[in-house]
């Protein structure tokens, strides 16, 4: 990590703030811009993007980067500021942001941190803690003891359902893969086909990016509570669920909501991996 | 259980509610009477103590059934209802009560449901949920990873922490008695002496019902957030707390709180096995 | 499930034993051959090769097949028996193997159960019991309490790095990719990885099949035991480990050994999957 | 700790020759006698019990201490030892045993490190771990997936039930205590009371002292494997077992067999508590 001693945080929320603290925990040098308007408990001097982007080695946008293709993802800051604005700000200053595809925007040197493996399994960890947050909230049993389950096994599915089991709930998965069930089964859960949704829950977190619950699996497995975690449009029919008198939420964008810090140092993770495996 | 077909649930709050509905299912007779206001979800038919005390083989009161001595507890009753009514209409029913030395009035035949051992134990669990809902909520990063010291190995301390152990958290117990010290090391958790709390923690979530977190404790561990989960007055200078700039909360009465149906069934399970035990 | 009613167990150890049994008892025929010389507990009629293959629907060879290429792998048969023999009495029956490509000999209807994904996983469980089983009876202090170091995070290490974490040891897995790293951190353990085995341990089991354990990491690592799961040649320098006077054992095959039971009931469940997928 | 600064360590298994190590490499002088026929790997320099007595501030007898109450139990001595000779070689030296009541002979300063709770808290582990190593070696199927009982929920069917669910066992317990029949609910396991044993199995551990599992109790639950660990007789009848053809063991001293260096580190644990706490 030779060459980069200093970092500037360009916009984003409450877990880029976290993530600059944590950086300069570390030692580094750590400049702020976008910030104007947080207000938080641990304030955060902002200065302005020419300022901050002259003084560092490297700099990190926010996830994601931008909502619009065009502006920084800010939602502290007093002003909108244009991606070209940072683009030429930046120069050949190593740039690390949050879904670079979404920008439309050419940057000198550019790193994704959110597409790589390790970023998506460390982020399933406050997924699955505010999902078992919002159960905790909406359901008037307990999770230990409960019928919970699983639907998708894949890295959130894998994290939540071994957090369920901790708790004491009697957790089920369902899995595409043989051996993915397999591999449930030999953790001491059941284990049942995606494709073939069956048996009675009190709470059934959904992890599957496509419909799985519509209304005859809703019905047959009757829940008490149904979680989607999957992107929209989610594995949900929110609508038919509404008709059976089931509790359906879905549960979007977690990791910041519920573990602002927790995330900001899983993106500060992943920087430095990239700084280290690109020996920048 | 031979002789008692049929309940009547006089007073209390939501958890008598689920406990009526749960007596209800396992085929028995209940009746309701002093949930006249109660507009939840699940509506109740609440009649007259006189009607339902009159109809039923055995009483159950709440936990507690009296906050004043001489009053019913009944949050969701239209009028007061004094302890003498009711005593003199149960006659030689059994009732079934939670804290009886709260009353100052006298029952023929009256069982306390919540001095029972395995009571005690039941309502750990929904403790510990409760607990662990609010650290989830209050603390910003999450408990998988964070350092959580739980002082007190009683019952709520046994659960408590091996749920969190069961969330990924890196589990400190503290205890009275080098044998329990003994148990927590053979899970897998650190022990320390709980008149020597020492250590560095994220969370501290304590469970004496004495004063061990004076300002000194609180500084040298340096927790992010508290919980004090025993009676008032707790084991926290909250006062002391504020002036470290720490965050800490005394949170009483989760079970009721956090998941009201478990705790009906609670109270079912301890009824039932009195019921067992003096051949009722 | 429909065509196949009966089956046929053609030689092998004792886990086509509890193979052929478990398929019995599921209300199937089952008839043996290739075990005249067994005298374990629970006796087998074993018939004729020509008799066995002549009154069954589907023919289970075992794991491996064989071991020269050309004749049956069949430890308690009383001759010899050539695959050329098997494969003309079985002529268009379906016929379930282990290690196909280890027969130099061509079968009409031949499927291998050993090369799925849900039989490595299962597999890993026997393994995984066998390694502890190994590390208990050879380690003089308990697995609680040891620091253990599971080096791969394949299936094996997967199933392995759980159990020990279930017995209260403190482990760490070394793994390739910093995704798996994650998931272990979020499993509670240490990781590191496999290129930089550091640290100092109780117990290693490796499972990595190249020279990871050289007498320099040995050295550095001075753990009182190693076992070695991976297959010939392995991953540990057994002389260096002697010069060290460390002891380090090389474990082969098992599931066949520690769990012959468990190891008949995962072939069996790979028959059946292969005959639903392929509705035979 | 302040007087004592050196040990002798006087007859005993492999389990006093850890012991004396271990602390030895605490920075205290250690003397052994009594080993003059020990041939283990770690050779042990054993000098005569005058020389051993008279250079140290302590005495460490073994685990018991005596086996007729007259003579020293030391396996690997030369020569039968009196515990008269050793008392008055002591005079007024603390001397530290285990199983005190045994002695038939007076010790001036004498402490009994056997009988403190978290000494039999800690030997729990290795009799745990003792009974799973031998339940795999004797059992053809595996832990994980099995449905194992452990009748009696004390100190060792507490960490054993915790060992047999880390492994992926399906655990009941039997427990005489609706409390404790609710602790092993709240941890994800069954709970049966152990008067009325029900249910089958494949592994039964007996813990419970006195006669549970007679032939009507075992022809019911059909278990596989019987382990019994309740010191003798034992509770299990197992003339019956033979009859019924059911493989049944009683596995006593389990923690100096299974993990001798382990039980000598829980003696030194014992031996430093009872200095801390007499202030010797």
Redesign the interface.
Known sequence: MSMIKSFAILGGD?RQI?CGKSIAEDGFGVVFSGFERYSGEAPVRSCSMREAAGECDAIILPLPCSRNGKTLNAPFADREVLLEEISSLAGSTPVFCGMKNRMEVCFERVFDYSD???F???N???TA??A??LA??E???????SRCLVAGYG?IG??LS??L??????VTVSAR???D???A????MNAIPSSEISGKYDIIFNTIPHLVFDPQTLARTSPSLVIDLASSPGGVDFEGAKRLNLKALHALSLPGK?????SG?IIKNAVY?IIREEQL
Chains 1, 2, 3, 4 share one sequence.
């Not at 359901?139 to 003891?145: A, F, K, L, P």
């Not at 089964?185 to 001491?188: C, E, P, V």
């Open positions: 409450k976290f790589r493996e390790e998506a399994v460390e399933a960890v406050p803690e505010g078992i947050e905790m909230r359901y008037e049993g307990t999770i230990n003891s890295r894998r994290v071994s957090m089991q901790g708790l004491g709930g009697i893969r043989l051996g069930m397999a591999f089964r030999a953790s001491g519920a573990a602002p810090a927790a140092i991996n």
